[in-house]
Structure formats: C-alpha cells, structure tokens
T-cell receptor
Framework: AQSVTQLGSHVSVSEGALVLLRCNYS??????LFWYVQYPNQGLQLLLK??????LVKGINGFEAEFKKSETSFHLTKPSAHMSDAAEYFC????????????FGTGTRLTIIP | DAGVIQSPRHEVTEMGQEVTLRCKPI?????LFWYRQTMMRGLELLIY????????DSGMPEDRFSAKMPNASFSTLKIQPSEPRDSAVYFC???????????FGPGTRLLVL
C-alpha cells in the first residue's frame, strides 16, 4: 500500500520569502511522486514529477522538489514566493508513473502575505 | 489541445434523482480516471479505465455509482439514486501510458439537496 503525508494543512509565507511544503511518502515499491497545484474552483495542474531519474526535479512557476529516499521525503520549495502562488498544493504517489491510481495527500493551503 | 472536458460544471439535484457526469479525455490518451474531492475525505480515486476497460473500481462507494467508457473519447459517471452525502467535486483525468502524467479536467461540482 502507498500513502502520502503532508505536514501542515496551512502554510503562510511573506511575499519574497522561501516556500517549503513538506511531503513524506510510504511505498513498498520504488515510487513515482508528484506535486499538483489547485487554484480556487479549478482542476489540478501538475507542477512536477519524480520518476527515478534526477533526484532534484524542477517544475513550472519556479518550483522544485528533491527526492530523498533515506528520509522518504519529497518536499516542494520555491526560493521566492509570489502572490500568484496562493493555492492548494497536493503531493501524490503512484507505483506506475501515473498510469495507475494516484494516492493524494490531504493538501496544504499556501497563503502569501503581502 | 482543449484539455480534459467535463460537463456539467455545476449540478444541483434533489435526493433520489439520477445524476450523470460526463468526461471527454484528451485526444490520444488511453487511461481515464474519476476522482472525488470532499472536505472530509480529500481526493480519492473512484475508478480508472485503460483502453476503455475498467481496471480498478475498488474506490466506487457503492452500487449506486456506475461508470462507463463506451469509446476512447467519452466516459460517464452515474449516481442513481443520489444522496446528500454524494455532494462533492468530481474530477476526471486522463493520461497516455508511455508518458504517465494525469491531466485533470475542471471538475463537476455536485450538490444533492
């Protein structure tokens, strides 16, 4: 069975500050890991994904995430927050690169303080 | 590309009525997924299809829910009869096997009174 834990259901950062959203996973097989973003009243948009190539993955909008097997973590970061980053972020795990079910975390709502 | 298309975007119905949600996946994609999002349970997979064949329906809550994919460009999720606890946002997503990324539609917001 696979699972994802997102630490912190709400995170607030000041505009221009570092964004760090935490995700820990549990998987009995090598995982595929994803970060999705959801803006209000919209569907989910893929930010980035890890598929066992490079451990540091760069995504859209300046976000990146690092896969750390020893820590079973896949934290999402962005060096400088922008007001447009305010949204809900979901970490997800799959055993087959997205061709099978995605198991989502409970989400982290990111608020940007002007 | 138009992306994943879902209809209707909003649905309000009364308990006991039949509800049909529709999804058109991205052209060329061969996997299709139905998810439900609620405050209490978050995002959960209901069912997914590969090449129009249901592969895993273990997330379908009960017999009131059914899903079909008659061809590669269309899928439906039906709830009959609907209940207030079915109120949620239902998302459809599609992917192409060799690439794997799931692309989500805008969702259908269902309210059962």
């Amino acid at each position: 069975a696979q699972s994802v834990t997102q630490l912190g259901s709400h995170v607030s950062v000041s505009e221009g500050a570092l964004v760090l959203l935490r995700c820990n996973y549990s998987s009995s097989v090598p995982p595929y890991l994803f970060w999705y973003v959801q803006y209000p009243n919209q569907g989910l948009q893929l930010l980035l994904k890890y598929t066992s190539a490079a451990t540091l993955v760069k995504g859209i909008n300046g976000f990146e995430a690092e896969f750390k097997k020893s820590e079973t973590s896949f934290h999402l970061t962005k060096p400088s927050a922008h007001m447009s980053d305010a949204a809900e972020y979901f970490c997800a795990v799959s055993s087959a690169g997205g061709n099978e079910k995605l198991t989502f975390g409970t989400g982290t709502r990111l608020t940007i303080i002007p | 590309d138009a992306g994943v298309i879902q209809s209707p975007r909003h649905e309000v119905t009364e308990m006991g009525q039949e509800v049909t949600l529709r999804c058109k996946p991205i052209s060329g994609h061969n996997s299709l997924f139905w998810y439900r999002q609620t405050m209490m349970r978050g995002l959960e997979l209901l069912i997914y299809f590969n090449n129009n064949v249901p592969i895993d329906d273990s997330g379908m809550p009960e017999d009131r829910f059914s899903a079909k994919m008659p061809n590669a460009s269309f899928s439906t999720l039906k709830i009959q009869p609907s209940e207030p606890r079915d109120s949620a946002v239902y998302f459809c997503a599609s992917s192409f096997t060799s690439e794997g990324t799931q692309y989500f539609g805008p969702g259908t917001r269902l309210l059962v009174l």
